[in-house]
């Protein structure tokens, strides 16, 4: 099948590329940084999802939307840029499913404004999506990760304080992985025939956390 990523170029987005990639898809990736797969099977196209133009690319099976910032034009590049992207390489008969990489800070609102809201708006959107792509028989899902092991995140992950911090407020002790992220997009997509229009919280309990006061 062939699978676009946006934002594959390193984290999550690249993880997801490459798991893909692994089990014998054509990945398209879009990224403002350079390509950093080097695949047969891997084309790259560097843009801007929200102010460059989007390249020419034949119907896909897969769309994974997962490009994204943190604390920096936040609106414009994550949902803007996304529903971009989705209106233009979604909706046609090929399309078997679309991915939205949306943030645990979406439900529970503990982020920096702009961000939290973003990803709130693209699981509403995700929705939408799911209302309008079931005519060709696909699904459109979202996942909300929590604290994933990723290089952007690393201030906190070499820093004993404040990963001690973030440790306190999960149910189970530590942060996903990238290749388990991109597990779950894989299964979503592909695996999942009959799940649509559903956000899945990947936090190790983050929001459940609660303590019982006697």
Known sequence: MKVIATGSSSGIGKGIAQKFLQQGHQVVGIDVLPQSIEDENYTHFVVDIFSGEL???????????NAGVQNANDI?????GTIKVTE????????????????ASAHSGAEFPEYSA??????????????????????????????????LNAHIIDNPTLWNAVMNETLIPKWATVEEIADWAYFVTVVNKSMTAQDILIDNGEMAKSNFIW
């Not at 390249?55 to 769309?63: H, Q």
């Open 88 to 103: 233009r390489y979604a909706f046609h008969d090929g399309i078997k499913s679309v991915l939205f990489i949306a943030s």
């Open 76 to 80: 414009d590049v994550n949902l803007k």
């Open 118 to 151: 973003s990803k709130g708006g693209m699981i509403s959107y995700m929705k939408n999506v799911a209302l309008r792509i079931a005519k060709y028989g696909a699904t459109s899902n979202s996942l909300s990760p929590g604290g994933v092991l990723t290089p």
């Open 55 to 65: 390249p020419e690319i034949a119907d896909c099976d897969i769309l994974v939307n």
